[in-house]
């Protein structure tokens, strides 16, 4: 039989005669509750056959469990069970397994059976060496999806301190002048708006470089990082203008995949240590670096130059079809090539005193971040809770004429988000243009107007207005068109940018970057007595009930004995039902919520059923084995409150394992207390829930006291 791990550590001996110690990794994309399924079903394999394993959890509160060197020196081999990326390198010449976490829930099995013949991995070899993706039907996408969103997510940070600085030094130490807002050398807020300048300077390297990071590890940094900042800069390449956003992203995946690439070369064994800091990173960067300039950037300059020259051709053309040309530039690629063409072509026709041209770009530039800052607001489910605050920082910026703060919309869903923003640039520079809306500075955006740079002022934001709206309606209708689309198709995608693979997984609306509240798993099986649902103690209802009133604490007992205190008095008997009546996933979050109502910590139960119902929209609850978990993260409830109900027939609830929800858990705790409380409520019902006996005795129970005696085992 071949060893499982390479070399015996006991002189050779049969593996049927030393008993296996294998370890696992377990991840998903954001940390949710599939991680920790995941760890416990491959724990429950490996004990059922005798073998020892000890399973990390990387999720959304970091990694526990964690593997140590001893771990690693003495497995045999190792289960890598994950949908994101995993550091690997720790376990060069270890047999590596590497599949998605949804094989680690539905095929435990056969994995402890495979990685006894997995490859040995070596040296230098990817984040992820051969990640699997059992659903089938677009790994490809999913990885791309992925890389494009850890670069995005990095991003955001660098896109709103920049933009929010440089808007409110030019608000507040600025004023107009020809060669547009200036703010006075020396000053207070000539230093704000530096430090701004310099987010900005940053974001679009720290695009490319995490972009290249997510599909290389750490060598892809650096090339990826300097390859952005080329893209950005154009007069490395004798443009004008930089590639932008666009060309970040171009750098991050080509450096990404050359890293890859290069990794895969073989190298003599005393090179092999410094591969991953010196070899590839100069390799990387150097090449990258001279092909962008010599190879990209030739073109990139070529079509600053022609536009500029076919601009020119234009003056005489109708205003209205010019506006509408220079509003599709202005928002097409937000500071690349297309965009400084026709800002530079308004700006430079200003000195020769046609302030028109300008005029239709100033509308158009703020639309672009104004329209994808509305839509986040018009359509809140479509939406993640970083991508709504970012919409709000967008809004900010768009006052301002800073079209950047699109930026991060853009390239999370360029498909979407690229011609919703350039029909919205295209009306509002067509009506400038109109109307005749001029502009005497190089600058953009409502603060132009207010600080009297604009004539036809009342036009002006009437263009702007309309430019906005048709963006906020284009993306939100392709959004959610994309979503449908994706959920046809069978194709769940989230989180910074989440692919849940398994067989029936649940769809998820494309481009959503899906969030879970990650239950802690501790990644060891925990051996449970498995009692026979009849040998259950149960107590009569009518014997009184125990009721926790929401803000007093009080206690009823009944016949001098109290209900067990179930997940520290946040559930109670006030919000178990022993049968739902709901048959359909909104129904049931709508009764559930009703049922939490019963705690009097529930302020407002509409805000709060929407909220659970916007958390569906981005990745199901449903975590198989017939269970739901619906949770919400809203200060429609007053305090942290928990509800319990078993559905007979079972509620469509998108679950990886395609089995309908019966034992249904609904959460619901306010915005400060999202953080370690959900997390403690999450890991307590996760760990108990994936013991295939205690979910027979919740099933089996008569009644709400029987329901909370089993459920007292949750602590």
């Known amino acids: 039989m071949t060893s499982p791990a390479g070399p015996p550590a006991t002189g050779g001996r049969d593996d049927e005669w030393q008993p296996l110690r294998l370890l696992a990794v377990t991840a998903c994309p954001t940390g949710i509750a599939h991680t920790y399924m995941a760890a416990e079903k491959l724990a429950q394999a490996a004990a059922s056959r005798g073998i020892e394993m000890k399973v990390e959890t990387q999720g959304s509160i970091g990694a526990e469990n964690v593997l140590d060197d001893n771990d690693v020196r003495t497995a045999d081999g190792v289960i890598v069970a994950a949908d994101k990326d995993v550091d690997l390198s720790r376990f060069v010449g270890k047999r590596v397994l590497t599949v998605g976490v949804a094989e680690g829930i539905h095929h435990p099995e056969r994995l402890i059976e495979r990685v006894r013949s997995a490859p040995v991995h070596r040296a230098g070899g990817a984040r992820g060496d051969s990640p699997v993706s059992p659903a089938g039907g677009g790994k490809e996408r999913g990885a791309v999806y992925k890389a494009l969103m850890n670069g995005v997510s990095y991003m955001i940070p660098f896109v709103v301190v920049g933009g929010l600085l440089i808007a409110v030094s030019l608000a507040l130490g600025g004023h107009a002048t020809a060669k547009g807002y200036v703010i006075p050398e020396g000053t207070f807020w000539a230093h704000v708006n530096a430090v701004g300048g310099i987010g900005f300077q940053l974001m679009i390297p720290v695009l490319s470089g995490y972009i290249a990071y997510a599909i290389a590890d750490r060598p892809a940094l650096v090339p990826g990082m300097i390859g952005g900042w080329i893209a950005n800069t154009g007069a490395l390449y004798d443009s004008k203008a930089g590639a932008g956003f666009i060309g970040a992203i171009v750098t991050g995946f080509l450096a990404g995949y050359l890293v890859l690439w290069i990794k895969k070369v073989r190298v003599p064994k005393f090179v092999q240590p410094i591969m991953p800091i010196i070899v590839i990173p100069i390799v990387a960067t150097t090449a990258l670096g001279l092909f962008f300039i010599y190879v990209i950037g030739k073109p990139i300059s070529w079509v600053f130059e022609h536009?500029?020259?076919?601009?020119?051709?234009?003056?005489?053309?109708?205003?209205?079809?010019?506006?509408?040309?220079?509003?599709?530039?202005?928002?097409?690629?937000?500071?690349?090539?297309?965009?400084?063409?026709?800002?530079?072509?308004?700006?430079?026709?200003?000195?020769?005193?046609?302030?028109?041209?300008?005029?239709?770009?100033a509308a158009a530039i703020p639309v672009m971040p104004l329209g994808q800052g509305l839509a986040t607001l018009i359509r809140r489910r479509l939406y993640t809770e970083q991508e709504r605050e970012t919409?709000?920082?967008?809004?900010?910026?768009?006052?301002?004429?800073?079209?950047?703060?699109?930026?991060?919309?853009?390239?999370?869903?360029?498909?979407?988000?690229?011609?919703?923003?350039?029909l919205g640039g295209a009306v509002a520079g067509a009506v400038a243009g109109l109307a005749g809306v001029k502009d005497a500075v190089p600058h953009g955006g409502p603060i132009v107007a207010v600080l009297g740079a604009v004539s036809g002022v009342p036009v002006?934001?009437?263009?702007?207005?309309?430019?906005?709206?048709?963006?906020?309606?284009?993306?939100?209708?392709?959004?959610?068109?994309?979503?449908?689309?994706?959920?046809?198709?069978?194709?769940?995608?989230?989180?910074?940018?989440?692919?849940?693979?398994?067989?029936?997984?649940?769809?998820?609306p494309s481009g959503q970057a899906g969030r879970e509240l990650s239950p802690v798993g501790a990644g060891v099986v925990e051996a449970q007595a498995a009692r026979a649902p009849g040998a259950q103690a149960t107590t009569t209802a009518g014997a009184g009930a125990v009721e926790e009133a929401a803000g007093a604490g009080a206690v009823e007992e009944a016949a001098g004995e109290a209900v067990p205190e179930v997940l520290s008095g946040h559930l109670t008997e006030r919000t178990v039902r022993v049968t739902l009546g709901?048959?359909?996933?909104?129904?049931?979050?709508?009764?559930?919520?009703?049922?939490?109502?019963?705690?009097?910590?529930?302020?407002?139960?509409?805000?709060?059923?929407?909220?659970?119902?916007?958390?569906?929209?981005?990745?199901?609850?449903?975590?198989?084995?017939?269970?739901?978990?619906?949770?919400?993260?809203?200060?429609?409830?007053?305090?942290?409150?928990?509800?319990?109900?078993?559905?007979?027939?079972?509620?469509?609830?998108?679950?990886?394992?395609?089995?309908?929800?019966?034992?249904?858990?609904?959460?619901?705790?306010?915005?400060?207390?999202?953080?370690?409380?959900?997390?403690?409520?999450?890991?307590?019902?996760?760990?108990?829930?994936?013991?295939?006996?205690?979910r027979e005795r919740l099933l089996a129970a008569p009644d709400e006291r029987a329901v909370l005696e089993v459920l007292a085992e949750v602590g």
């Open 582 to 694: 709901a048959a359909e996933k909104e129904a049931a979050i709508r009764e559930m919520a009703e049922l939490l109502t019963r705690s009097g910590r529930v302020a407002d139960v509409g805000e709060l059923v929407a909220t659970a119902l916007r958390r569906e929209e981005e990745g199901t609850t449903g975590l198989g084995e017939e269970i739901a978990i619906p949770h919400a993260k809203t200060d429609a409830v007053t305090a942290p409150v928990v509800g319990f109900a078993r559905s007979a027939e079972g509620v469509e609830w998108g679950s990886l394992d395609g089995t309908k929800a019966r034992l249904i858990f609904m959460i619901a705790v306010p915005e400060a207390a999202a953080g370690d409380e959900h997390l403690r409520i999450l890991a307590l019902l996760s760990r108990r829930l994936m013991d295939a006996g205690f």
């Open 391 to 422: 919409g709000l920082a967008a809004l900010f910026m768009g006052c301002f004429g800073i079209s950047e703060g699109a930026i991060p919309f853009a390239a999370a869903r360029p498909a979407q988000v690229i011609p919703a923003n350039m």
């Open 460 to 508: 002006f934001f009437v263009a702007v207005a309309l430019g906005t709206v048709v963006t906020a309606l284009v993306t939100v209708a392709l959004v959610d068109l994309s979503g449908r689309r994706a959920a046809v198709a069978g194709e769940g995608s989230g989180g910074a940018g989440v692919v849940l693979a398994g067989a029936g997984a649940g769809a998820v």
């Open 307 to 361: 536009l500029t020259s076919w601009l020119g051709g234009m003056t005489g053309t109708s205003a209205v079809l010019l506006g509408a040309i220079l509003g599709l530039m202005i928002a097409f690629d937000m500071g690349g090539p297309v965009n400084k063409t026709a800002f530079l072509f308004g700006a430079g026709l200003i000195a020769s005193g046609n302030q028109t041209v300008m005029g239709m770009c």
